[in-house]
C-alpha cells in the first residue's frame, strides 16, 4: 500500500506546483472571471452574477490524472460556481422542498406588468442551457470584432484573438467551441479548451505521446484537452425555504454551512435542483493533510482502474469523498475531545 501511495503521489496526481500546471490554471481563471463574464454582461445585463467561486479537484488539490477511456473527453477539469443574484424576468426567489431527498424547487414571482401580482413559476433547470448558450453568443461576438482568425475554418490557426485565446509563459490556452460564429445551440453545459505547451513538461502518463483529439479544434491533435464545467447556481438561503404543504415539512439546514442549488442537466420540465455543500466540501480538504487527500486520490485511481480495465464502476469519486470527509471529521471530533479532556 505504501508503494502504491507513492507511486499515484508522484505520477497519478496533478501536481499543483507544476509551472506549467499553474500558468494552465491562471489562464482558465482569467479565462471565466473575466473574460466570460464580460461576455455574457455584453449580450444580457440583466443577468446580474453575485460572485464566481472556484471548487472541484483541482481546487481541492485532488485532481488524478485518469485512464484515456475513464476521461473520455478531457485531461483537466475545472468547476467554477456563477453565484446568480437574479435572472432575466425574474423576482425574488422562494426554494420550496422536493419530494426527493436532496433536491429543492426554485420559485420565482413573475413581474412583467401584464400578469397578476403575486404570481410565482418554477424556474426550469434548463436555464443552465440557456445559460451557456448566451456566454458562447457574448464570446462569439467579441471574437467578431476583434477580426479573429480562427473564424476563417478553413484555415490552420493555432490560436486566436485576446477574447478566446489567452498566452502564458509555458503555453497558450483556447477555447475551441467558437471558432465562427454559426448561430448553432450549443447541446453540452460545458466548455472545452486546448493547451498548446511550449515546455511540454506535463502530459497524461496514460495517454500516448500523441494526444487523441476530442475537441472541436482539428489542429489540437497533441494538445491537453481541458473542460471547463461553468455552473449557473443560486445560494440558498434559509429565510426564503418554504415548507412542502404536503406533509408540512421543510429542510433544515445548517446555518454555518453555505448551500448552493445545482440544476441537473437540462431535461424537458425538469423542476428539481439539487442540493449541494461543495463549498463546505471544499473547505474540509483544502484544510486537511496531505496524506488525507492522498488518501482521497488513491481511492479515484482505483475506482477509475476498475472501471476501465474491470469493466467495474468500484468507487465512485463522489462516494470515495464521502469517505474521506467523513474520516476527517471523525478525526477532528476526536482532536477536539481529547483538548476537551485535557
Known sequence: MENLCKEVDEKIHVNL???????????VDVMVRQRFVEALHGINTEIKIDRLEFIGSMAEDTRIWVP??????????????????SWPGCGDFIFVPSDEEGKMKIMYEVTDPQSVTGKYMNLNTAMKLSFMNTVLKGIRAKCERNMCTRQLSNLRTDHGCQCCTIYMKTGNLRITDV??????VKQETVLFFVWSSIERSVCNPFRPIKLPNRSHDQYA???????????????????MIVERKADGKAVVLEENNKYFLFPYFPRLNNLDWRISTCHSELKH????????????????FIGK????????EYVKSYEAKCVVLNHIRGVKHQTEERIYAF
Open 179 to 184: 471558432p465562427i460564429s454559426t448561430g448553432n
Open 285 to 300: 480538504l483544502k484544510d486537511t493533510s496531505k496524506e488525507h487527500k492522498l488518501a482521497f486520490c488513491v481511492l479515484k
Open 305 to 312: 482502474a476498475f472501471q476501465v480495465y474491470g469493466n467495474i
Open 221 to 239: 491533435e497533441d494538445m491537453l484537452q481541458i473542460k471547463v464545467d461553468f455552473n449557473p447556481v443560486l445560494e440558498v438561503n434559509n429565510k
Open 68 to 85: 484515456e477511456l475513464a476521461s473520455c473527453e478531457w485531461d483537466l477539469e475545472f468547476d467554477y460556481l456563477v453565484v446568480i443574484k
Open 17 to 27: 506546483e507544476n509551472e506549467e500546471i499553474q500558468d494552465i490554471a491562471k489562464a
